[in-house]
DNA sequence: CCAGACGTTGTT
DNA sequence: GTCTGG
DNA sequence: CCAGACGTTGTT
DNA sequence: GTCTGG
């Protein structure tokens, strides 16, 4: 699965890479959580151009009654998402990258106490973007909150070891299928599937390493 | 027909 | 909103 | 994903 | 142990 991630790179850069209309605005951060403001690029139906919106991290179905139900829809399996009710719309509509340059996964060590986070990036690939999806939830009080979801599939070779599934990694020169709104679902389908093991980098250490860099206290939740 | 669910993950 | 189960 | 909480009662 | 909140 998906459950925590990184985006360090400069704005300049990610407007470079997933050619944006403008440089989003973010800040650089090391633990990026569900429920958090996270980028999101999509296509602009009106002009054609990319943006970079923020949107809520844990989709919230439209017709959801509900909202706590997003807490839990983080991730979405690719195996199924063009069917399930709570995905399929967003499957065929709202379709998005969320830039990142690396993520956790947890290992489970038999007689280990603790879970132990690993950072997975992608060698060669200062940034990349996960396949996922988007909703607009609109409130009782008739106020609108824009969700987001990270598309999951069985883990790759490299990653099998630490964690049964991974996010969908999207090659660059698959990102233009993926954000385009005519494009066939079944043909979309296709592109979701585990980034080569050949590319994978892991690290115990680097998070540490990445949280010292950058001058941030060192975060209790994931390294102590 | 209406009522109720609609999801993922890990763990057992 | 739309499907499933009763 | 992890961290942190984890309750009852009656009344509207 | 399991749910909620971030």
């Not at 002009?47 to 009654?65: E, M, T, V």
């Not at 940034?127 to 999951?152: K, M, Q």
Request: charge should be positive.
């Amino acid at each position: 699965m998906c459950g925590r991630f990184t985006l360090r790179v400069s704005p300049a850069l990610l407007a470079e890479m997933f050619a944006l209309h403008r440089k989003p605005e973010f800040v650089p951060q090391t633990n990026i959580c569900p429920t958090q403001l996270v980028l999101g690029v999509v296509l602009n139906q009106e002009n054609g151009l990319r943006d970079a919106r923020l949107f809520r991290w844990g989709l919230i179905p439209h017709w959801a009654k509900d909202p706590v139900i997003g807490a839990s829809l983080i991730n979405a399996r690719s195996e199924t998402i063009s069917t399930k009710p709570a995905f399929r719309a967003a499957f065929q509509r709202r379709r998005c990258l969320i830039p990142a340059d690396g993520f956790y996964e947890w290992r489970n060590t038999p007689g280990q106490k603790k879970k132990q986070p690993i950072w997975i990036a992608i060698r060669n690939q200062p940034v990349f973007g996960f396949a996922s999806l988007w909703e607009t939830w609109t409130s009782a009080d008739g106020s609108e909150l824009n969700t987001c979801t990270i598309i999951t599939t069985q883990a790759n070779s490299a990653v099998a070891p630490i964690h049964q599934r991974m996010p969908v990694i999207l090659p660059e020169a698959f990102h233009e299928h993926w954000l385009d709104p005519l494009a066939d679902p079944a043909e979309l389908l296709t592109l979701l599937r585990p980034f080569p093991s050949e590319g994978i980098v892991l690290s115990t250490t680097v998070a540490d390493e990445l949280l010292a860099s950058h001058g941030l206290p060192r975060q209790r939740t994931l390294f102590d």
